[in-house]
């Protein structure tokens, strides 16, 4: 049976489109359970059909506490097998995460514990590193603090830019998701007692992808 998967983006919806493309292809045995935005205007909601769209506002609902609320009441209703946020932006509440406890992915442009939260890209440039890149982790209640599934590492050029840096980036973002989500479609990973696990055995190192687009 195919993996129902609950899709939340403020954004372009980039990565959602690889998912798309993958599950259109048959190399991602998935369905989209929905796609969930904190922004009505948000280019992701319009690659799905009008019926898998949600959008609201913190405003609309009368704060933070409460969309965080009717977010969850609507995941919930698509009955997802996991919950992926792929460029969302807003921080999830503990009462949401402890509803989809061990269900929450993440894709995160850096290599965490390095640079959690925004301008990754910008940080590693200024901090002279030589590697940057993106990781896919289980969502928790500490920011970008989850345990980490897998990794795609890209080498930083002398003369990168932020944009150029975010370029390369987000090119592996894809490949990357995409090996996760298979594992998670198969039932081949979980967050046991902080730790992620694959068939079973904790994951003392996260999982390595080579970036084709290096």
């Known amino acids: 049976m ?17 998912i798309l493309d993958a ?13 969930f935005s904190d922004k009505p205007d948000a280019q992701a909601l319009l690659r799905v059909p009008e019926a898998l769209r949600w959008s609201r506002t913190p405003k609309s609902c009368g704060g933070r506490e409460a969309f ?32 989809f406890h061990g269900r929450i992915l993440n894709i995160h442009p850096s290599l965490l514990p390095k640079y959690k939260g925004l301008h990754t890209h910008q ?26 599934i897998a990794q795609a590492r890209i080498p930083v050029h002398a003369d990168d830019t932020v944009a150029d840096l975010a370029a390369r980036v987000l090119a ?14 198969a039932d081949r990973i979980a967050a046991c007692d ?16 080579q970036c084709p687009h290096c």
């Open 2 to 18: 195919a993996s129902r998967l609950a899709i939340l983006a403020s954004g372009r919806g980039s990565n959602l489109q690889a």
């Open 23 to 35: 599950i259109a292809s048959g190399t991602l045995e998935a369905e989209i359970a929905g796609v």
């Open 68 to 99: 965080d609320t009717v977010l969850a009441d609507a995941v919930a209703a698509s009955h997802p097998d996991w919950v992926v946020c792929v460029g969302y932006m807003r921080i999830l509440g503990e009462a949401f995460i402890r509803r």
């Open 123 to 148: 940080r590693a440039l200024q901090a002279g590193d030589t590697e940057h890149g993106a990781s896919v982790h289980f969502v928790t209640a500490e920011l970008d603090g989850g345990a980490v």
């Open 172 to 185: 592996c973002e894809h490949p990357l998701l995409l090996q996760v989500l298979q594992l998670a479609a």
């Open 194 to 209: 902080g730790n992620a696990r694959l068939d079973g055995q904790p994951l003392f190192t996260p999982l390595s992808l």
